[in-house]
Structures are given as structure tokens and as C-alpha cells.
């Protein structure tokens, strides 16, 4: 996945091929792609998501206008936060600290603890225990980091993976993990999370987070795509148009700047981590974006929210374009078309996701869309790697 930074432009740098009566904001994109081997050709990719996919969505796609618009806080210079910025902002989210209630006096497991942070927090809120479980080389930086900060009485360390390793207890209260990748499900830990929820939670035991849900939406972005996309077309007078196919197929996670949004944000899928089981994370769902002003349309946006419902209040935060920045950013879909669309007209279609067979951190993505409009009648059929 390539990624790039956003840099604001002028109004006399924008886009030359908006439609009229649209009048948004853009801005000037500067990006190192990175290009992934293409092993297999789309045929393979078709066949791999016909195989994986568990049964659609029930009901229609469903748009959630709230959660797009819930928390506008994007800020000038959030581009520039660095690593350390984002790693605490997302660990802020848990809001550990605002539930004490939840894990005082209880035995708590660390699915993928990293440097302990989430153990820390559960310790200091009164847990009993705390196991902290990591596989990497982090495992004995953590154990440093707990004993630095007094809580080796409370938090034990475990190095290994959760499905190799045998805890000193049969069963925990809470299971907490930041299990999420980009698009959700791009090297998540999902299933990890999942065994460990079948092996060791009680009965009336809590996941934190318990549920997430995967959006959808569609923007403008002609300056990133003729720059990087179109460039390969002609590279110095040379057809490189091969490069253009790989990278077309390959998702962008990058910052999306809120004003490039064309149409409305349609919720394609939420899933509970409480009760669902490793196949769900397969699936089609369909949608339809219907376009809030005339403008053109290179790529959909695929972003999630996270919710935590056993807390008192309602808590969870948004990876979204008009949501506070996360080290999560948005992925990109790049069209190979460009749409033409009006206010009011719709693209319809679906989007299908599965784990890839040869390695199922990574993500296999078909996308079904069709426009139906004034200036623009296309139906077509893309594929996508999250390598």
C-alpha cells in the first residue's frame, strides 16, 4: 500500500475538471507508492472471493449520516503528528480510565499487548490480574516497562502466540485488544482475539472493543490520480502502463481531507466481536452512494468505527475522514473510470471481502459498481490486494 501526505493549496490549484454548480476544496497530493508483486491475475482474485465469502449482509445496505458527520475535528497541521501522537491517541479511545468499574477485582487478558500499555491501564484501574500476551521481541520490552512502573505483582508477561501458550488461569472476565488493521481487516487479529474469546472468557465475560463497523464513501481526487495513477501512461515518453494496472489494484491507506467527499457515507458491515465467529469477516455487502453535488469521482473511501456498549455511556471512536485523525488513516479505492455525477444520482454496487487463501492477514477486495447518469453510464467490476 502506497501512502502520501496532504499539503493545502490554494483555491487557484484546484482540480481544473470540476463539474459546474460544485464548488468544493482540494488539495495538492505528494506520494511514494510502493508496488506489490503480482502473483496472480484477476481471474485467480475472482476465484478466491467466489470461494470465501460468507452470505451477504441481510437487508439492504444501510446509511448512517451520523456517525459521517459525528465528530468533525480534523485541524489544521494533523499531518503533522508524529508516530508517538497517534499511538496514544488511539490508546486514549479504550477510555480504560473513564470505566474503572469495569475491570476492578477482575482477571483481564492482553491479546497482543505490544509495550503493555493496555495492561498499565487495566492494572491502575484496579484489575486483579492483567496477562499481557505478545509474540514479538516486544514482549521483553513490555516486561521491563511493567516493572519500571511497579504493576509486576499485576501484570504477568507472556511471550508466545495466544494459540501455542497456556495461561496460569482457565478462565479471564475481560479479553482487551487493539485487533484492528487498516480497512479493519488488513493484518488484523481478529481470529486471535476470537480464540481466545472461546477458550478463556466466562461465560458473562466482556470484549473490549466489543463492536466495529466498516463504511463506505466516495471522493473527488483527480490531482492525485492524473499525478500517480495517469503518469505511468507515459513515463518520459515510454508506455509503463503495466505499473499503472498494478497500482490501480492496489488500496491506498492515506488521510482523506473531508472536503473531497462527494456523496453520503453508507455503513456496509458491523461486526460483534461478543458473538461472531472467524467467517463472518467474509462478506458481500451492497451499497449506494448518492452524490450531495455535481463533481467527479475517482475513488471510494472504506473507513470504520469502533464502539465499546458495555461501558456506562455509549463510547467508541471513527477512523472517518471527518473524524479526528488515527494512525489508521482511510483506504483508498482508485476507479479505473472516472464519473461523471450529478446531484442526487447514485452509484450502486457491492463490495466483497475475504481473507486471502495463500496468506490470510491480507485481504482480497472486489468491488461491483455501476452509475446510471446524465453524463456517465458504466458498470464495471475492479479487484484490489491489501498486500
Known amino acids: 500500500m502506497g501512502r502520501r501526505k496532504n499539503n493545502k493549496s490554494s483555491d487557484n490549484n484546484e482540480s481544473s475538471t470540476k463539474v459546474s454548480d460544485s464548488n468544493p476544496d482540494r488539495q495538492q497530493h505528494n506520494t511514494i507508492t510502493r508496488f506489490a508483486d503480482a502473483e496472480e491475475d484477476d481471474a485467480t482474485a475472482s476465484s478466491i472471493l467466489d470461494d470465501s465469502v460468507a452470505a451477504p449482509v441481510d437487508g439492504t445496505a444501510i446509511e448512517d449520516e451520523a456517525m459521517c458527520d459525528a465528530d468533525v475535528s480534523m485541524i489544521d497541521g494533523e499531518d503533522d503528528k508524529t508516530s508517538a501522537d497517534y499511538y496514544f491517541d488511539s490508546y486514549s479511545h479504550f477510555g480504560i480510565h473513564e470505566n474503572k468499574f469495569l475491570f476492578k477485582d477482575k482477571v483481564v487478558l492482553d491479546v497482543g499487548a505490544g509495550t503493555g500499555i493496555l495492561s498499565l491501564f487495566c492494572a491502575k484501574a484496579g484489575a486483579a490480574h492483567v496477562y499481557a500476551v505478545e509474540c514479538s521481541q516486544m514482549a521483553n520490552m513490555a516486561k521491563q516497562i511493567v516493572e519500571a512502573n511497579g504493576f509486576s505483582n499485576v501484570i504477568t508477561v507472556l511471550k508466545g502466540k495466544i494459540e501455542e501458550i497456556e495461561l496460569p488461569v482457565t478462565k479471564v472476565d475481560i479479553i482487551i485488544s487493539e485487533w484492528m488493521g487498516y480497512f479493519l481487516l488488513f493484518e488484523n487479529m481478529l481470529n486471535t482475539v476470537l480464540y481466545a474469546r472461546d477458550k478463556w472468557l466466562v461465560d458473562d465475560g466482556i470484549v473490549l472493543p466489543d463492536k466495529a463497523s466498516l463504511y463506505l464513501t466516495a471522493i473527488e481526487d483527480a490531482e492525485y490520480k492524473d499525478d500517480k495513477i495517469e503518469f505511468w501512461n507515459n513515463v518520459y515518453g515510454f508506455d509503463m502502463s503495466c505499473i499503472k494496472k498494478q497500482a490501480m489494484m492496489e488500496p491506498l491507506v492515506d488521510t482523506v481531507d473531508q472536503n473531497q467527499i462527494v456523496t453520503n457515507c453508507q455503513l456496509l458491515k458491523t461486526m460483534d466481536i461478543s458473538k ?59 476507479l479505473e473510470d472516472v464519473l461523471t455525477i450529478c446531484e442526487g444520482e447514485a452509484i450502486s454496487g457491492s463490495l466483497t471481502v475475504a481473507p486471502n487463501k495463500k496468506n490470510p492477514r491480507d485481504v482480497d477486495i472486489m468491488l461491483k459498481y455501476s452509475l446510471q447518469g446524465r453524463h456517465s453510464a458504466i458498470s464495471r467490476i475492479q479487484y484490489y490486494k491489501m498486500r
Not at 475513488?299 to 470504520?304: D, S
Not at 458495555?310 to 483506504?331: D, I, N, V
Open 276 to 334: 461472531m465467529g472467524p467467517g463472518d469477516a467474509s462478506f458481500t455487502a451492497p451499497f449506494k452512494l448518492v452524490a450531495q453535488r455535481n463533481d467527479y469521482i475517482h475513488a471510494l473511501v472504506a473507513y470504520f468505527d469502533v464502539t465499546f456498549t458495555k461501558c456506562h455511556k455509549l463510547m467508541g471512536f471513527s477512523t472517518g475522514p471527518k473524524s479526528r485523525a488515527t494512525h489508521w488513516k482511510q483506504t483508498v479505492l482508485y
